[in-house]
T-cell receptor
């Protein structure tokens, strides 16, 4: 069955450093993959989408890569700030209606 | 930007009662909405796909008679948890695609703020 894996352990980094989060998927080949941010008690917010024919995508301090050979996407936040602390979810589509399935998410904590 | 409004944001009810959660797309039309539930420190689990004017499509293992979904208009979908029990206590989140976030061919979702249900 289709599976999405994100590092379930929290990632703690120092302010100003680059945070790198990993999303691995198995048993299928999504045409694209999305990343969302979720704050406690809130719904997720869309950040970036990367397609299978794109190696890399950037938006301000965010960068996403998509390696279809490794079946992996990396999500980078450069010059991280405490306000970046949240849970980050990767979500490839599956099935009809382009339903999104979500990984468990990685909680990022940026310390001053 | 695109906004999905979800109401109520939290609700406490007695076991055996029914609870209705509303999900509205405020400035766009959503022919399809998705309902998720999330337990503490776990990921979002897709419950069902809500289609305007037709029956919802439920994911495997989700009881359609317990979680009634109605998508009567292009801007409103409702989820009713019938005969709620403590194990139904969870964070329910709706989402809609095709909003102001433009990425043709991809289903970028706008989420509501979620509804926390506590069943006593």
């Amino acid at each position: 069955s289709q599976k999405i894996e994100q590092n379930s352990e929290a990632l703690n980094i120092q302010e100003g450093k680059t945070a790198t989060l990993t999303c691995n998927y198995t048993n299928y080949s999504p045409a694209y993959l999305q990343w969302y941010r979720q704050d406690p008690g809130r719904g997720p917010v869309f950040l970036l989408l990367i397609r299978e024919n794109e190696k890399e995508k950037r938006k301000e301090r965010l960068k996403v890569t998509f390696d279809t050979t490794l079946k992996q996407s990396l999500f980078h936040i450069t010059a991280s700030q405490p306000a970046d602390s949240a849970t980050y979810l990767c979500a490839p589509p599956t099935g009809g209606y382009n339903k999104l399935i979500f990984g468990a998410g990685t909680r990022l904590a940026v310390h001053p | 930007g695109a906004v999905v409004s979800q109401h109520p944001s939290w609700v406490i009810c007695k076991s055996g009662t029914s609870v209705k959660i509303e999900c509205r797309s405020l400035d766009f039309q959503a022919t399809t909405m998705f309902w998720y539930r999330q337990f503490p420190k776990q990921s979002l689990m897709l419950m069902a796909t809500s289609n305007e004017g037709s029956k919802a499509t439920y994911e495997q293992g989700v009881e359609k008679d317990k979680f009634l979904i109605n998508h009567a208009s292009l801007t409103l979908s409702t989820l009713t948890v019938t005969s709620a029990h403590p194990e139904d206590s969870s964070f329910y989140i709706c989402s809609a695609g095709g909003a102001g976030i433009v990425d043709s061919g991809a289903n970028v979702l706008t989420f509501g703020a979620g509804s926390r249900l506590t069943v006593l």
